[in-house]
Nanobody, 125 residues
Framework: QVQLVESGGGLVQAGGSLRLSCVDS????????MGWFRQAPGKEREFVAAIRWSGRTTYYADSVKGRFTISRDNAKNTVYLQMNSLKPEDTAVYYCAAPRIPTLMALTTTEYGYWGQGTQVTVSS
């Protein structure tokens, strides 16, 4: 079973950095691809980044490419999102998620069946 808890959010000035972490307290983390999504007030939840179970393949939304890096440590059951050069438009609640099909590196919310509670990221201008 997958149980996800995010941390690392906060308030940062534009141009700053944050690293989000997501720990899976279940026992099957290394079998799953993982994804990060975000939801700003009044907007739909959107894809940010995804990573295969091995960590060797990643994919990013165009809006964060070159600024954000997704990585994972399977020994620690943890997936990370390093966010650099943050912009006010990055302000959102960030969620980590695991797909319904463990090996699927999916890009849409409907393909993810397990979600964390979210962590707030606020970027001031």
């Amino acid at each position: 079973q997958v149980q996800l808890v995010e941390s690392g959010g906060g308030l940062v000035q534009a141009g700053g950095s944050l690293r989000l972490s997501c720990v899976d307290s279940g026992r099957t983390f290394s079998s799953y691809a993982m994804g990060w999504f975000r939801q700003a007030p009044g907007k739909e939840r959107e894809f940010v980044a995804a990573i295969r179970w091995s960590g060797r393949t990643t994919y990013y939304a165009d809006s964060v490419k070159g600024r954000f890096t997704i990585s994972r440590d399977n020994a620690k059951n943890t997936v990370y999102l390093q966010m650099n050069s943050l912009k006010p438009e990055d302000t959102a609640v960030y969620y980590c998620a695991a797909p319904r099909i463990p090996t699927l590196m999916a890009l849409t919310t409907t393909e993810y069946g397990y979600w964390g509670q979210g962590t707030q990221v606020t970027v001031s201008s």
